[in-house]
């Protein structure tokens, strides 16, 4: 199974991000987490950008707060999808979610919403699944539990207000 590569901005992202590895563990999938800046370390993220689809990624996952321009520094040096997670590090998340999702045309980032991070482990799980029966099975076997999940406390908020 190809890779899923984990990148945030900074250290401080990584509370925000912790639901996306905790995710990529739970479904199995590998994954590796770097911290890798599109202002900090602009050539890491070139390099790491080029490289990917040869290291065996198949997905980028890119969580970066303020100015957030890491998901889409590395959607411009590679055709693997790129899932941006805006990080809600200031004004709300408002800047990053603006700065990730607003891409010119041609450089796609399929862009979660602010700190969504199991969604962009989950989004990047179906791209995968795409090709993987077994992968796809693990992800309806979790749609499945949180479908129970919302059925139980519908019948347990009807019976506290029956
Ligand atoms: C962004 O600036 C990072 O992704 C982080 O969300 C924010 C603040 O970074 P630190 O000053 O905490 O390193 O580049």
């Known amino acids: 199974m190809r890779k899923v590569a984990v990148i945030m901005g900074s250290d401080s992202d990584l509370p925000t991000v912790t639901p996306c590895i905790e995710t990529l563990k739970r479904l199995g999938i590998p994954f590796a987490v770097r911290i890798i800046s599109a202002h900090r370390t602009p050539e890491v993220a070139r390099a790491f950008s080029v490289g990917a689809r040869k290291e065996g990624f198949g997905v980028l996952i890119a969580a970066a707060g303020k100015a957030a321009h890491l998901a889409g520094t590395l959607a411009a040096h590679t055709t693997l999808p790129v899932i941006g997670i805006p990080v809600g590090a200031s004004l709300g998340g408002m800047d990053a979610l603006l700065s990730t999702v607003q891409m010119p045309p041609g ?56």
Not at 122 to 138: N, R, S, T
Request: aromatic share 2%; with cysteine; net charge negative.
């Open 107 to 162: 450089i796609p980032v399929a862009t979660v919403g602010i700190d969504a991070a199991q969604n962009a482990a989950l989004l990047a799980a179906q791209m995968l699944a795409i090709g993987d029966a077994v992968l796809c099975e693990k992800l309806d076997a979790m749609r499945a539990d949180m479908t129970a999940a919302a059925r139980r406390k519908d019948e347990a908020i009807q019976d506290q207000f029956e």
